[in-house]
């Protein structure tokens, strides 16, 4: 694991924007495509619209698909939606063929959408259990990373590839990566920003990879690469 700290918001996301070029142009060379998971939340916007507007060229969105690491049981047009924040700050800003963008589908039932998507993930990697390139995740204040929430139980993380979670924050229902999912990523990035995440940070890198942490972003531990993107404001004051 390692931790880069940036001053700020800004350049913690022209930090995560480099090596998310540099992972794209590596995979599309020696797999053909690059596959990523977008996280949600307020955090990666700035990431998002620095990729769309720096990134547009040097990274050919024809090999990259997208995907989500989690989502929330609304439209796509709603203003909860991770889909639509990402389609305003990136995905219409950029040259990325539409067969390579897979939301998570808003189907008539949360089960209907998980289990859509799970059957999409499989036919696309061809794998049980399939493996990202790279999953960006985020971090809330009570240590939940995606969906995946203080509470649930190692067996319910996992139960599946996709999973339907409920939130104690609204909208109340999720869809997620199961967490085999997110600890068979080749690559996952952490972005954390912000004085109120510097409590659950420094409680979460203190059990990193412990597997029965109470903390869902503590239980994240990839079999590839694991970077946390963070910014001063979330770092503890070095005495
Ligand atoms: C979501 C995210 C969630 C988010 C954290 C941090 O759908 O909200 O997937 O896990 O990453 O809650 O959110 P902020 O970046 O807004 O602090």
Redesign the pocket.
């Known amino acids: 694991m390692s931790l880069k700290s940036f001053p700020s918001l800004e350049s913690l996301s022209a930090g995560a924007a480099k090596e998310i070029a540099s992972l794209a142009n590596q995979s599309a060379a020696s797999r053909g495509r690059f596959t990523i998971a977008l ?6 916007r700035t990431l998002y619209e620095m990729l769309a507007r720096e990134y547009s060229k040097t990274i050919d969105w024809r090999h990259v698909h997208i995907f989500w ?4 049981y609304v439209p796509q047009d709603d203003p909860a939606s ?1 889909y639509r924040m990402a389609k305003e700050s990136l995905l219409d800003k950029i040259n990325i063929p539409e067969k390579n963008i897979h939301p998570i589908p808003y189907l008539s039932t949360p089960t209907d959408s998980s289990d859509a998507y799970s059957k999409e993930l499989q036919s696309l990697f061809k794998e049980e259990i399939p493996t990202l390139d790279l999953i960006l ?5 009570d240590g ?4 995946l929430f203080p509470g649930m139980t190692e067996e319910e993380m996992n139960a599946g590839i996709v999973i339907v979670t409920h939130s104690p924050a609204p909208p109340p229902i ?1 869809t997620s990566l199961a967490l085999q999912v997110i600890n068979n990523a080749r690559n996952v990035f952490f ?1 954390v ?2 004085e109120e ?1 510097k409590e659950i940070l420094k409680a979460v890198l203190a059990e990193e990879g412990n597997p029965d942490s109470k903390y869902p972003a503590a239980r994240v531990y990839p079999r590839g690469g694991l970077v946390w993107f963070v910014d001063e404001a979330a770092m503890e004051n070095k005495k």
Not at 137 to 141: D, N, R
Not at 144 to 147: G, L
Request: net charge positive.
């Open positions: 996280s949600g939340g307020s955090t990666p690491g989690d989502e929330r991770n995740l985020g971090l809330g204040s939940h990373t995606a969906s999720r972005l920003s912000g995440k």
